[in-house]
């Protein structure tokens, strides 16, 4: 009698049991973007390092404006902007916000990523697979450079190499000369590859690179993939998203805003 009591009531609680280890299991994974498991850190590591971010000022920035890319060259912020707000290049003053010249490419393709290097302005397109060079005093401005597999997305300049990306977790070395790939470096936070970077910046020793619709800004070390610091900049650009970064040397800072952001942002990494 004892047996026959005892069997149904260990049964039971062995099956409350397993239907509370389920509900934890279930609510960690509640938490991850769907059809991704919840991030993790490399095998033996400890958690990956994380910066903070030191906002020292603003200026006005023109929020229609989608913007695709931001350096700093002649003591402007030139910036590259893309449909639907209409695609190409401008100077903005980083004093004041104010826009000192504007050139359009007449909707002609997507402006991307923007550099000035090796003697060259280069404007990537976003689908029409060509890096274009730009001269605001040439006629036409934009000239047809080089062609390339995919899209592009960020463009910057590192030693030798020209370095894009293409909304995966790659970065490709290009020779400036034919923007042939040189070598690819895949960048990782975490142990897990980082997908969707965009918009590209060296400041002399790191690569810089927002990660597409987040907060985030990733500072990756090329000769290092593994020496990658994340950032997440503040909730101040509503109803759009950030992509560009600008390293200002004279002033030993960065300027950063985005598609439809209302300000420029001029900020520390740390």
């Known amino acids: ?7 149904p009531a260990a049964i039971a609680l062995l099956a409350l049991l ?37 906002v020292v000022g603003a200026i006005p920035h023109e ?36 826009v000192r010249w504007r050139v359009p490419n007449g909707n002609a393709f997507f402006a991307e990523g ?42 910057t300049a590192v030693g030798d190499d020209l370095v894009n990306s293409n909304g995966s977790a790659d970065l490709y070395f290009r020779d400036p000369e034919t923007f042939a790939i040189r070598r690819t470096l895949t960048v990782r936070f975490e142990g897990r590859p980082v997908e969707r970077l965009n918009e590209l910046e060296y400041d002399g020793a790191f690569i810089w690179a927002n990660q597409w619709q987040t907060r985030y800004v990733y500072r990756i070390d ?21 992509n560009g970064i600008a ?10 805003t985005g598609q439809r952001c209302p300000e420029i942002l001029k900020v520390r990494f740390r």
């Open 247 to 256: 390293w200002h040397a004279d002033e030993g800072l960065f300027y950063v």
């Open 114 to 155: 923007i550099v000035r290097a090796f003697g060259r302005t280069y404007v990537l397109s976003w689908q029409e697979r060509t890096v274009f060079t730009f001269d605001r005093d040439a006629d036409p401005p934009f000239q047809p450079f080089a062609s390339y597999d995919g899209e592009g997305w960020g463009l």
């Open 63 to 98: 929020g229609a404006a989608w913007t695709e890319g931001l350096l700093v060259s002649e003591g402007l912020l030139w910036e590259s902007t893309g449909n639907p707000t209409g695609s190409g290049v401008r100077a903005v003053d980083p004093a004041t916000g104010e």
């Open 1 to 7: 009698m004892r047996n026959s009591i005892m069997r």
């Open 222 to 242: 090329p000769s290092d993939p593994s020496n990658v610091v994340r950032y997440e900049l503040p909730d101040r650009c509503p109803g759009g998203f950030y």
């Open 18 to 54: 397993l239907a509370v280890a389920a509900a934890i299991v279930w609510s960690q994974r509640a938490d991850a973007p769907p059809g991704e498991e919840p991030p993790s850190a490399s095998p033996g590591a400890g958690a990956a390092p994380a910066g903070t971010v030191e």
